[in-house]
């Protein structure tokens, strides 16, 4: 089956920080990669997605290259703001739904 | 365009009862996911419905039940409960279940087993 390996978190950092948040997965064929946010009290929204190699999503600065040569979607952004502060989940889908453990990130002023 | 609605968002229940748990999806959308949110855990895929069929059950005990009906709405039922059943159960929709669809997830249930 599918699945997801996420890196750990809790993450802080400062306002304006840069951030990558590493994802890499293992799948039979070829999965759409998925990048999910979610902030405290709240459901889960999608940030961005990629349904083919070297395809690149983004959203709201964020921004995530499917790379099928290193089975990796990590998640990047130039300049992290207070609001950016939330959980962040990877997610790969084909014929199997997998989410990555969730990595918390925290910006700090 | 409304968003995916859960009913309710919070619930109580002791050990041995059980629970049935609501959500419509967005309007036109055919597919209902439901996962289980546990801070030990994560997230954890139950099943998924498509036009009223089961297509897809993740690794859960067959207290863990579900169905859609014609309107798409989809139900989940949690038989027998314990104490490990406190969770935050999502509810998510997309148009198919296809690879490529994005899924909007609801606010949630969150259910406490006493």
């Given at each position: 089956g599918n699945s997801v390996t996420q890196m750990e978190g809790p993450v802080t950092l400062s306002e304006e920080a840069f951030l990558?948040?590493?994802?890499?997965?293992?799948?039979?064929?070829?999965?759409?990669?998925?990048?999910?946010v979610q902030y405290p009290g709240e459901g889960l929204q999608l940030l961005l997605k990629a349904t083919k190699a070297d395809d690149k999503g983004s959203n709201k600065g964020f921004e995530a290259t499917y790379r099928k040569e290193t089975t990796s979607f990590h998640l990047e952004k130039g300049s992290v703001q207070v609001?950016?502060?939330?959980?962040?989940?990877?997610?790969?889908h084909n014929n199997d739904m997998r989410f990555g453990a969730g990595t918390r990130l925290t910006v700090k002023p | 365009k409304a968003g995916v609605t859960q009913t309710p968002r919070y619930l109580i229940k002791?050990?041995?009862?059980?629970?049935?748990?609501?959500?419509?999806?967005?309007?036109?959308h055919?597919?209902?996911s439901w996962y289980q949110q546990t801070p030990g855990q994560g997230l954890q895929f139950l099943f998924e419905y498509f036009s009223e069929t089961q297509r897809n059950k993740g690794n859960f005990?067959?207290?863990?039940?579900?169905?859609?009906?014609?309107?798409?709405r989809s139900e989940m039922n949690v038989s027998t409960l314990e104490l490990g059943d406190s969770a935050l159960y999502l509810c998510a929709s997309s148009w198919?279940?296809?690879?490529?669809?994005?899924?909007?997830?609801?606010?949630?249930?969150?259910?406490?087993?006493?």
């Amino acid at each position: 089956g599918n699945s997801v390996t996420q890196m750990e978190g809790p993450v802080t950092l400062s306002e304006e920080a840069f951030l990558t948040i590493n994802c890499t997965y293992t799948a039979t064929g070829y999965p759409s990669l998925f990048w999910y946010v979610q902030y405290p009290g709240e459901g889960l929204q999608l940030l961005l997605k990629a349904t083919k190699a070297d395809d690149k999503g983004s959203n709201k600065g964020f921004e995530a290259t499917y790379r099928k040569e290193t089975t990796s979607f990590h998640l990047e952004k130039g300049s992290v703001q207070v609001s950016d502060s939330a959980v962040y989940f990877c997610r790969i889908h084909n014929n199997d739904m997998r989410f990555g453990a969730g990595t918390r990130l925290t910006v700090k002023p | 365009k409304a968003g995916v609605t859960q009913t309710p968002r919070y619930l109580i229940k002791t050990r041995g009862q059980q629970v049935t748990l609501s959500c419509s999806p967005i309007s036109g959308h055919r597919s209902v996911s439901w996962y289980q949110q546990t801070p030990g855990q994560g997230l954890q895929f139950l099943f998924e419905y498509f036009s009223e069929t089961q297509r897809n059950k993740g690794n859960f005990p067959g207290r863990f039940s579900g169905r859609q009906f014609s309107n798409s709405r989809s139900e989940m039922n949690v038989s027998t409960l314990e104490l490990g059943d406190s969770a935050l159960y999502l509810c998510a929709s997309s148009w198919t279940s296809g690879r490529t669809d994005t899924q909007y997830f609801g606010p949630g249930t969150r259910l406490t087993v006493l």
